[in-house]
């Protein structure tokens, strides 16, 4: 484990201490969260970069095509009216 230092200014360590309160969490914590989830970000994005300059443009494309379709939402007219 190691430690790790942070300065900030009175305002937004008092708002980070009301995160951390509101997510019942200690700063710590909150911190060690904030830490893993950006990692995770940094990490997918390097998976798909590498992925994506190995790939093929053309059915990439074709693969977003695809899940724009099936993830589209319904025309209004094809839409039920909302039961009250």
Do not use: W, Y
């Not at 190691?2 to 009301?18: E, V």
């Not at 590498?50 to 724009?68: H, I, P, V």
């Amino acid at each position: 484990m190691s430690t790790l230092t942070i300065r900030l200014p009175d305002d937004k360590h008092a708002r980070l201490r009301q995160l951390a309160k509101h997510r019942d969490l200690s700063v710590n914590k909150l911190i060690e969260e904030f830490a893993t989830i950006s990692i995770a970000e940094f990490d997918a994005e390097t998976r798909f970069r590498t992925l994506a300059s190995a790939g093929s443009t053309k059915a990439g494309l074709a693969l977003l095509d695809k899940l724009d379709a099936a993830f589209a939402s319904p025309p209004k007219a094809a839409r039920r009216p909302r039961k009250e």
